[in-house]
């Protein structure tokens, strides 16, 4: 199972692609990773690879390669710099990398993100039509719009044409249980089909094995739903005519 970085053109800059690929027959389902605060790191890499072996081809795409060290040097951290029309930009070029390969099924790309990357996950499947699944972690803000955007994603939910697996923790206050009503009425109001899980005990970063508040329990419940939602709709569902 191989894993490497490769690049690709946003606009006239390069951006950093971490990928994982899985073997077997060509073409491969694929699934976006997108990045918690912490950047494309340890945590996120095995997350690729992890849905390499399990039959996907994983890219994670790093969002951060627009700041610099300059931008830093007043104490704000790399996220504070993001705003939502750079985010889509990049969210685009990494399914055009995806679909432009010809290891790649182009009818079955899905998406997933951790912590703002559960935020980028959802905007990205309002924003891009490629997507037939997907299932952020934990995202907040998705009714804050990031670096002066228009809409919020959460604005933006009608857009979404392709099923949402959403997981929350019980302690998380960013997504809060507000937001997980309210992110559960505009998807009822747009007859797009859900699930959301809710996990006992956990709080925000549940999953990321990095930190301090990994919870095995919930993560061990997560990450099968996660599979079988992306087996049903990225392998076992009858490809768009």
């Given amino acids: 199972m191989p894993s490497f970085w490769d690049k690709v ?15 077997g027959p060509e073409p491969f389902p694929a699934v976006v990773v997108c990045q918690p605060g912490g950047g494309v790191d340890q945590f996120i890499q095995t997350i690729c690879d992890r ?10 795409p790093n969002l951060f390669h627009r700041i610099s060290g300059e931008m830093l040097e007043d104490g704000s951290r790399p996220i504070q710099h993001l705003g939502d029309n750079e985010i889509r930009a990049d969210i685009d070029a990494t399914v055009d ?4 390969h010809s290891a790649i099924n182009d009818d079955r790309i899905g998406i997933t993100g951790f912590c703002m990357g559960g935020r980028v996950a959802w905007l990205g ?5 490629n997507f037939k699944a997907v299932a952020p972690y934990y995202g907040g803000d998705i009714m804050v719009p990031w670096g002066g955007a228009g809409q919020t994603p959460f604005e933006l939910t ?3 044409t392709c099923p949402v697996l959403f997981h929350f923790g019980e302690l998380d206050l960013n997504p809060s249980r507000m937001d997980r009503q309210k992110l559960g009425d505009e998807l009822l109001r747009f007859e ?8 006992p005990g956990a709080d925000h970063a549940f999953m990321d094995f990095t930190a301090g508040r990994f919870i095995q329990q919930a993560a061990d419940e997560s990450w099968p739903r996660t599979l079988e939602f992306f087996t049903k709709y990225l392998k076992e569902a009858p490809a768009s005519s």
Avoid at 125 to 129: E, I, K, Y
Avoid at 192 to 198: D, M, N, S
């Fill in 9 to 23: 053109q946003v606009g006239n800059r390069d951006m950093e692609l971490f990928v994982s690929t899985p073997t």
């Fill in 51 to 60: 849905l390499a072996l399990a039959g996907y081809a994983a890219v994670a």
């Fill in 97 to 100: 990398f995806l679909l432009k």
């Fill in 125 to 129: 499947a309002a924003t891009n039509a």
């Fill in 158 to 160: 009608g857009r979404i």
């Fill in 192 to 199: 797009i089909p859900h699930q959301f899980f809710t996990y």
